[in-house]
């Protein structure tokens, strides 16, 4: 029987890490679409939901959905809850990007964009806010690099780390899919990408069902 491609060594079934998805050239571009998404769409801090209590990332989002959280909860959203305007649109090189790394024909839905300063970080979660576990997510890395940790699908089992580099990869599909992962903490400066540093993480999700041919 053929193994699954796990993340270097860590034995978890359907995670693929992809070191250097991104070109220098294709992150110096993707930044600066990233800069202009901001630009519309600032980011903005979200909070926890019943004590409000504020991530230490900051967050926006591009594409059709965007994820929030607030007292009232986690969810997708169609627009900014700050300015309240329509999220921008999902740059065309994430569509053709999601499209080669899944093969999915169905398109991402939503883009998160997560920003850390050399301090925040990201407690253990699932992404599960979603309709359809079928369809994996796809995480693209910019900027200073993260100790990322990946465990199980079961809060307080092992876990395994390994360094997110500026254009690295990741996707969780399969058992991975609701796989707890986080973000330890940032190697503030380890990247020139950002003038203003720090690291960028896009999350490419579908949000909705996939078609019943499975996209
Ligand atoms: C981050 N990543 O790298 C946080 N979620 O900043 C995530 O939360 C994540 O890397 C789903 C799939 C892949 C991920
Ligand atoms: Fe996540």
Redesign the pocket.
């Known amino acids: 029987m053929a193994t699954e491609p796990n993340i270097a060594g860590l034995d978890i079934a359907g995670a693929r890490f992809l070191p250097g998805l991104l070109s220098v050239h294709e992150q110096i571009e993707l930044a600066g679409e990233i800069a202009a998404i901001m630009a519309e769409a600032p980011l903005f801090r979200p909070r926890m939901p019943r004590n409000g209590r504020p991530f230490s990332v900051s967050m926006t989002n591009c594409g059709a959905l965007g994820w929030v959280s607030d007292e009232s909860g986690y969810r997708y959203q169609s627009h900014h809850p700050v300015t309240g305007r329509c999220w921008p649109a999902l740059p065309g090189r994430l569509a053709a990007l999601w499209q080669r790394v899944t093969g999915l024909a169905a398109l991402p839905e939503a883009c998160l964009v997560?920003y850390?300063d050399g301090h925040a970080r990201?407690g253990l979660?699932q992404?599960r806010d979603e309709a359809d576990f079928r369809a994996p997510?796809l995480?693209l890395?910019l900027g200073d690099s993260?100790l990322?940790r990946i465990g199980g699908t079961a809060r307080g089992g092992p876990t395994r780390s390994v360094t997110?580099a500026s254009g690295d990869g990741?996707v969780?599909e399969g058992a991975s899919r609701l796989a707890f992962?986080?973000?330890d903490r940032i190697r503030a400066g380890s990247s020139r990408l950002l003038p203003q540093g720090g690291?960028i993480?896009l999350?490419l999700r579908r949000v909705t069902p996939l078609p019943d041919d499975g996209g």
């Open positions: 997560n850390y990201m979660h992404d997510v995480s890395s993260a990322f997110l990741l969780l992962h986080g973000i690291r993480n999350t």
